[in-house]
């Protein structure tokens, strides 16, 4: 019965492995990696930073460029996609930058876990803020909408 068990379990969380890795696969490339349009904006976008890495993600078909870097010691990510636009801008904030009502979500969703950082997620016309929370040693995130309503993940 305990070899049954640990058999089906280990099915389980291999199949949840396999589904959530199966619609994205990002790769750690270079400078040099990225198409013309794409080296424009970046460097456009990293003046003054220090970048950290570049990579380029496959997600359902669509792919995009990422760059991050650190800007005034504080993290930023910016999604590019193949034309050179940029898609996404994930930047992170202070504590006094993020509306109250957003705030005040996150602070209630993280229930008695810390809060680690927080993201500003640009994309489109729509503003988010991503907030990494640690919780007896679980790591974990909580989306807002600027109004404290929940912000699902954009694809």
Same mark, same amino acid.
């Given at each position: 019965?305990? #070899?049954?068990? +640990?058999?089906? &379990?280990? *099915?389980?969380?291999?199949?949840?492995? +396999?589904?959530? $890795? /199966?619609? /994205?696969?990002?790769?750690?490339? $270079?400078?040099?990696? &990225?198409? /013309?349009?794409?080296?424009? $904006?970046?460097? =456009?976008?990293?003046?003054?930073?220090?970048?950290? =890495?570049?990579?380029?993600?496959?997600? !359902?078909? #669509?792919?995009?460029?990422?760059?991050?870097?650190?800007?005034?010691?504080?993290?930023?990510?910016?999604?590019?996609? &193949?034309?050179?636009?940029?898609?996404?801008?994930?930047?992170?904030? *202070?504590?006094?930058?993020?509306?109250?009502?957003?705030?005040? /979500?996150?602070?209630?969703?993280?229930?008695?876990?810390?809060?680690? #950082?927080?993201?500003?997620?640009?994309? !489109?016309?729509?503003? @988010?803020?991503?907030?990494?929370? &640690?919780?007896?040693?679980?790591?974990?995130?909580? =989306?807002?909408?600027?109004?404290?309503? @929940?912000?699902?993940?954009? !694809?």
């Amino acid at each position: 019965m305990k #070899k049954t068990f +640990c058999f089906v &379990l280990g *099915s389980v969380l291999t199949l949840i492995f +396999c589904s959530a $890795t /199966a619609g /994205a696969s990002e790769k750690q490339i $270079t400078y040099d990696d &990225l198409p /013309a349009a794409v080296q424009k $904006t970046a460097q =456009r976008e990293t003046n003054g930073a220090t970048v950290r =890495r570049y990579s380029k993600e496959v997600e !359902n078909g #669509k792919v995009e460029y990422e760059v991050e870097m650190i800007v005034a010691g504080k993290s930023k990510d910016i999604s590019i996609d &193949l034309s050179g636009k940029v898609v996404e801008i994930e930047q992170q904030v *202070s504590l006094d930058a993020v509306p109250v009502a957003a705030l005040a /979500a996150i602070r209630k969703g993280a229930a008695g876990g810390s809060i680690r #950082k927080i993201e500003q997620v640009s994309s !489109n016309s729509e503003i @988010a803020y991503e907030a990494q929370i &640690l919780n007896n040693g679980q790591h974990r995130e909580i =989306r807002v909408h600027a109004d404290g309503s @929940a912000a699902p993940e954009q !694809n």
